[in-house]
């Protein structure tokens, strides 16, 4: 038998889900009372989990990095959230929604696992509406929606430009609720370091305070990891400065499956990177698409004055204007999916096009839609992301237009899981931008938040009952258990060979010279010789860092540095097995484009009988090369076609 | 609009081991700053720099860098966030500064913030108001269609308004009597704007006043501090509504 049952009901795709929580246990509410969950990550997956599991009568812990569980990464989003709700009666439905997800992920996620995030999809808004969740509404009174990229339907719901803040302080609310009445004990500015495992199970972690620097044990029942994506592998992305892959590396490392870890999203319209000074780059929102033209100048003499400053882009006519995403696809022309508009960019600034200093990037022009609509009407709809662009670029995009690039946004990849949201190693569940389950090779728009809070309220109350169900007589977990003790020992020791390093660079140092590597070699285009050398310049950096890191401060006090370093070494190992990964998979699909599997216009080409599968990576030590295995993915209910947007 | 650098700036900054340690001020140097940088931006070269000199580098709060998560907490040149309006510290870009200058740099300073490190505060006490009543008393599932209760588009609007508050404490930093009525205003006008969240209005205010009054914060004297240096505008309005529904729970008590 393969290590990996999936798990998937039996049954037409439209009954599974009932068919299933008909079938797995419950656990009574005086057992509730005494198993334990610890719940990493306070984001809308993790928020909403440990404020859901908590009302059931669980015991729950919580844990992020940052002061408060309010600052998840989720705060950021911007502009919406998915559901099947057909509010606008344009003939939305469950399956539409399921079916948009999977072709959208380029047929490479699970049928069963989508068909459940759509068919959960409207008890989030109603949920969320119930906590006194501002939504967008008109005038009668009843929500209103708006349309997205890559679908034909309005159903994304949203809260100005600060959807995922809203969502996310309804289920923070939910969650001090329940820290008001003792059900969850938070730990803010912590860090989970390790996984502990008792007899093959999850039965803890091991994680450091980060204000005194104590290690810490916790124990439980069940671990539930919300810790978010990995994207800042990348050095600069559109995350937090703190996101980071070390959680879910750590379960990797204690026999978690990764699944496919090369399947990162790139996002079109990103505020460009500025000289070398820069530590983050800022998201402007997909929904800007709907009325801005994106160009580049159609003589290269042009573009080269844009480069030195010696040109005005309003001083170039419209018939020297090439807007190319318009010219290469017709039909969807700006609303092309997100994949597609980053690579057209990358295309036209690689051919010499680019617009700023560094000749990367491109314009995205609200001249044509002001002179149609008029200022007030774009202004109603874009006012606080034309405020943001102004404070960062001082460039006032009512006048001028935006300049845009793309930039590493989201990771589809991640730890793998079943049906049940549980990882291979038995009480480790994984939920949200952590696990890899609904978004195959890329996401949707609005469908992170939708598959986070899907996941929190409605996924795992239900199907980690079954799990514990069994648990009942397991008395309190003792973390005075040698595993405990092991496990502390490996965190500590590895925290001083990092501190005791004394070298000479800073943490920021190499992690920027790792983002190069992979921006150049595993970002929106890549070939196996690019990628066989990204690793072997990886493990060139890692080895450095290794020897020249320098971390000052104290062990035992704040240490902002010694966070980012053992952030960093883990990116550092998630890089290259994302190389590798990258590397395995010869066909283009989604956010993962290689340049050996393309059609001679250069568009992405799947190969359907080669990799219709979930690569899945069993980690097998320190230096031995990881072992792949695969979950082949079979689709009853969809056919396979090639994407076209032209 | 094309960037310039500054050749050099003093920073002069409050150094703070611990809690339990007497801080001071400390200026370095630093040059070629890009006036398209951000301020934290600027901070990280400051740091990286210190660090390959052999000293420790400043402490500071802070994660999303795009003015959203209320992580970033910077008391610049005597205001909350520094010399712009409605931004966060992590927007505030180098432009608004000259070449030259000295700028100090401070923790948020208040009863109910103490100093972790530098320039890194506590503000549990923020969500220990919250935990106090900042919320819908709903569980989990069994809750009405989205769509049952109409609620008038100029209320939503109304409770957007408030609910764009990202619980910096800025306006707290900025009160001489370090209240924090307008963070819990802003909470309090958010959900009693919504009929899901006037059953509880009442109490709601009643609550979380007690609790921001024992937790050490001031009282309002109506300076109007608060609403000057909030990055997000909440509006001083709130606290009016705010007076009324805690006099509504005083009365039926
Ligand atoms: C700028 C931006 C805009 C976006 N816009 C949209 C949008 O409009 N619509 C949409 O659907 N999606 C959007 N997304 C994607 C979506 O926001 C995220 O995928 C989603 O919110 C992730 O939620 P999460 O709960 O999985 O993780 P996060 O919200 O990232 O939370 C991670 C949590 O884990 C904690 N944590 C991490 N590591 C540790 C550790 N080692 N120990 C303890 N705690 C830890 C953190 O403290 C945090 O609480 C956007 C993303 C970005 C970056
Ligand atoms: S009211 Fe304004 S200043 Fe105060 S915490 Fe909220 S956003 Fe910050
Ligand atoms: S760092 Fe998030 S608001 Fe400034």
């Given at each position: 038998m393969s290590i990996l049952n999936s798990k998937i009901p039996e049954g037409p795709l439209a009954e599974k889900w009932n068919r299933h929580k008909s079938a797995i246990k419950v656990v009574s509410p005086a057992n509730k009372r005494k198993l334990e969950i610890i719940v990493v990550g306070t984001g809308l997956g993790g928020a909403s989990a440990?404020?859901?599991?908590?009302?059931?009568?669980?015991?729950?812990?919580?844990?992020?990095?940052?002061?408060?569980?309010?600052?998840?990464?989720?705060?950021?989003?911007?502009?919406?959230?998915?559901?099947?709700?057909?509010?606008?009666?344009?003939?939305?439905?469950?399956?539409?929604?399921?079916?948009?997800?999977?072709?959208?992920?380029?047929?490479?996620?699970?049928?069963?696992?989508?068909?459940?995030?759509?068919?959960?999809?409207?008890?989030?808004?109603?949920?969320?509406?119930?906590?006194?969740?501002p939504f967008g509404r008109e005038y009668g009174g009843l929500l209103d929606n708006r349309s997205f990229g890559g679908v034909l339907v309005s159903r994304t719901f949203y809260a100005r430009g600060q959807t995922g803040q809203q969502l996310l302080i309804g289920a923070y609310q939910a969650l001090n609720r329940q820290i008001a009445k003792g059900n969850v004990e938070m730990y803010s500015r912590h860090e989970m370091l390790d996984l502990v495992k008792i007899d093959g199970k999850a039965r803890g972690i091991i994680a450091r305070d980060l204000v005194s620097g104590e290690i810490k044990r916790f124990g439980a029942h069940a671990v539930v990891v919300a810790t978010g994506g990995y994207g800042n592998v990348f050095f600069l992305s559109t995350n937090a400065m703190g996101s980071n892959g070390s959680a879910a590396w750590q379960c990797y490392k204690k026999g978690a499956l990764m699944a496919n870890p090369c399947f990162v999203q790139i996002h079109p319209t990103c505020i460009p990177v500025h000289g070398d000074q820069q530590s983050k780059l800022t998201l402007m929102s997909e929904s800007l698409r709907n009325d801005g033209r994106v160009w580049v100048p159609k003589k290269k003499e042009d573009a080269e004055k844009l480069q030195r400053g010696e040109m005005h882009p309003n001083d170039i006519p419209d018939e020297d204007r090439d807007f190319y995403l318009e010219r290469r696809y017709p039909s969807y022309g700006n609303l092309v999916p997100r994949d597609v508009a980053s690579r057209a960019a990358k295309e036209r600034c690689d051919a010499g096009y680019g617009v700023n200093g560094e000749g990367k990037a491109v314009f995205l022009d609200f001249k044509y839609s002001i002179e149609r609509l008029g200022k007030d009407v774009i202004a109603a709809r874009y006012g606080n992301l034309f405020q943001m662009y102004e404070k960062i670029t001082d460039v006032d995009p009512y006048k001028a237009p935006m300049m845009i690039?793309?930039?590493?946004?989201?990771?589809?990849?991640?730890?793998?899981?079943?049906?049940?949201?549980?990882?291979?190693?038995?009480?480790?569940?994984?939920?949200?931008?952590?696990?890899?389950?609904?978004?195959?090779?890329?996401?949707?728009?609005?469908?992170?938040?939708?598959?986070?809070?899907?996941?929190?309220?409605?996924?795992?109350?239900?199907?980690?009952?079954?799990?514990?169900?069994?648990?009942?007589?397991?008395?309190?977990?003792?973390?005075?258990?040698?595993?405990?003790?092991?496990?502390?020992?490996?965190?500590?020791?590895?925290?001083?060979?990092?501190?005791?390093?004394?070298?000479?660079?800073?943490?920021?140092?190499?992690?920027?010279?790792?983002?190069?590597?992979m921006w150049d070699h595993v970002g929106m285009a890549r070939n196996a010789e690019g990628l066989k050398e990204a690793i072997k310049m990886i493990q060139e950096i890692r080895e450095e860092f290794w020897k020249d890191v320098r971390i000052p401060g104290e062990l035992d006090n704040l240490n902002p540095e010694l966070e980012k370093a053992g952030r960093v070494a883990d990116f550092f190992d998630i890089g290259e097995l994302l190389a590798r990964d990258a590397l395995d998979r010869n066909e283009s699909c989604g956010g993962h484009f290689r340049e050996e599997s393309a059609t001679d216009e250069g568009e992405a080409k799947r190969n359907d009988e080669k990799f219709t599968y979930v690569s899945c990576w069993e980690y097998k030590g320190e230096g031995v090369e990881p072992v792949l295995h695969k979950e082949d993915l079979v689709f009853e209910n969809v056919k396979l076609t090639q994407r076209s947007y032209k | 609009m094309a960037d310039k650098i500054l050749k050099e700036l003093k920073i002069k900054v409050w150094r703070q081991k611990n809690a339990k340690s007497k801080g001071k001020f400390e200026t370095y140097v630093i040059n070629d700053i890009s006036t398209g940088s951000s301020f934290l931006e600027m901070m990280d070269i400051l740091n990286n720099d210190l660090i390959e000199k052999g000293i420790d580098p400043i402490a500071f709060d802070h994660d999303c860098r795009e003015g959203i998560c209320g992580t970033c907490s910077l008391h610049i040149n005597g205001r909350p966030h520094g010399p712009d309006t409605e931004v966060t510290t992590c927007q505030l870009h180098m432009r608004k500064f000259k070449d030259g200058e000295t700028i100090i740099v401070e923790p948020w300073r208040a009863r109910a913030f103490p100093v972790i490190k530098d320039l890194v505060v506590d503000r549990t006490a923020l969500d220990k108001i919250l935990q106090a009543g900042g919320f819908v008393s709903v569980n989990t599932g069994g809750v009405p269609d989205a769509n049952a209760i109409p609620v008038a588009r100029d209320d939503a609007e109304e409770a957007m308004d408030a609910a764009a508050c990202i619980g910096c404490g800025a306006c707290v930093a900025a009160c001489k009597n370090s209240s924090a009525m307008l963070f819990v205003s802003a909470k309090v006008s958010h959900l009693a704007k919504l009929p899901q969240g006037q059953v509880e209005a009442a109490a709601r205010a009643m609550n979380m006043v007690s609790k921001m009054d024992e937790l050490g914060f001031g009282g309002c004297t109506n300076t109007g501090a608060c609403e000057v240096e909030c990055p997000k505008s909440i509006s001083i309005t709130n606290i009016a509504r705010l007076n009324r529904e805690y006099l509504k729970a005083r009365i039926s008590r």
């Open positions: 440990a404020a859901s599991l908590a009302e059931l009568g669980y015991k729950v812990k919580t844990f992020c990095y940052q002061d408060s569980p309010r600052r998840a990464h989720s705060i950021a989003a911007q502009g919406g959230i998915n559901a099947a709700k057909n509010y606008q009666n344009d003939n939305d439905s469950v399956f539409r929604l399921f079916y948009d997800t999977i072709k959208g992920g380029d047929y490479r996620a699970r049928e069963a696992n989508v068909y459940r995030l759509a068919e959960v999809s409207p008890n989030i808004i109603d949920q969320c509406v119930a906590q006194g969740v690039y793309p930039a590493i946004h989201y990771t589809m990849g991640g730890t793998w899981v079943d049906y049940n949201l549980m990882t291979t190693v038995p009480g480790l569940y994984s939920i949200g931008e952590a696990n890899f389950s609904d978004h195959g090779a890329n996401r949707l728009g609005a469908s992170a938040l939708m598959q986070g809070l899907a996941d929190g309220y409605f996924i795992l109350p239900y199907t980690i009952g079954d799990y514990l169900a069994d648990e009942i007589m397991t008395p309190k977990i003792d973390v005075k258990a040698p595993e405990f003790a092991e496990t502390e020992k490996a965190v500590t020791d590895r925290i001083e060979k990092l501190y005791n390093i004394k070298g000479s660079k800073p943490v920021d140092y190499f992690h920027k010279r790792l983002g190069q590597v | -």
